[in-house]
């Protein structure tokens, strides 16, 4: 069965640019294109698509309240939000991952954006590369991510369970975590999700910032 997928974005034009871009996608489906943030969670609650795709700027609901009632213990059970960031304020889109984002997007290109979709559909995680690094220097400044000020207490982890965010920090997938840890994917499915309860993460992409903000991975220095 295809991806399907739901476009929430203010202007028409992407939309349809957008829209025309996944259609020429034999595994994915656009099942909606909407401008107001309001239609599009109401959408999405009824079609229930495996990916929302959403601008920050939007009528009704802007794109980081839209990402919170999706992604929220009260949203559409497995619904997963990708943020086309365009050239917004960083700190709203990293709010947006806050808010439970699994993917953030600078370009909406031809190559990035079907795998974008593919990738999060799958439970992965994307950050452009472009907003990788101002992330991560927001996390060390503490100020990432707006919605959680406090970096959560690592206590409660179990040494496996650090390992995991250690490995989720660096951006090695789940099957890679799998292979490093040398136990079934299955298995490492589950040491992800137990970490994010622990931690009270809503997204894998929140695990990359506690990791750094924690001081588990520190950033490389520039050259």
């Known amino acids: 069965m295809p991806i399907e997928v739901l476009l929430a974005h203010c202007d028409p034009s992407t939309r349809a640019r957008i829209s025309a871009l996944l259609a020429a996608e034999p595994d994915i489906e656009v099942v909606g294109a909407h401008g107001d943030g309001v239609r599009a969670l109401a959408a999405a609650g009824r079609l229930l698509p ?3 795709l959403t601008g920050l700027r939007l009528s009704g609901l802007d794109g980081v309240e839209l990402t919170r009632r999706l992604a929220g213990r009260d949203g559409p059970h497995g619904v997963r939000v990708v943020v086309l960031a365009g050239s917004g304020p960083a700190p709203r889109a990293f709010a947006a991952l ?3 984002a699994r993917g953030l997007l600078q370009d909406t290109d031809r190559a990035e954006l079907p795998r974008a979709v593919r990738l999060v559909a799958g439970g992965g995680a994307l950050v452009s ?3 990788t690094g101002p992330l991560i220097e927001a996390c060390v400044r503490g100020a990432a991510l707006s919605a959680a000020a406090d970096v959560p207490t690592l206590d409660a982890l179990t040494r496996r369970e650090r390992e995991v965010l250690s490995l989720v920090g660096t951006g090695l997938s789940t099957q890679e975590i799998a ?9 490492a499915k589950t040491l992800v999700r137990r970490t994010m309860v622990k931690l009270g993460a809503r997204s894998r992409t929140r695990l990359v910032a506690i990791a750094y903000e924690s001081g588990m991975i520190r950033p490389r220095a520039r050259r």
């Open 179 to 187: 292979d490093r840890l040398v136990v079934a994917e299955t298995t």
């Open 50 to 52: 495996g990916v929302v």
């Open 98 to 100: 806050a808010a439970g």
């Open 129 to 131: 590369p472009r907003l």
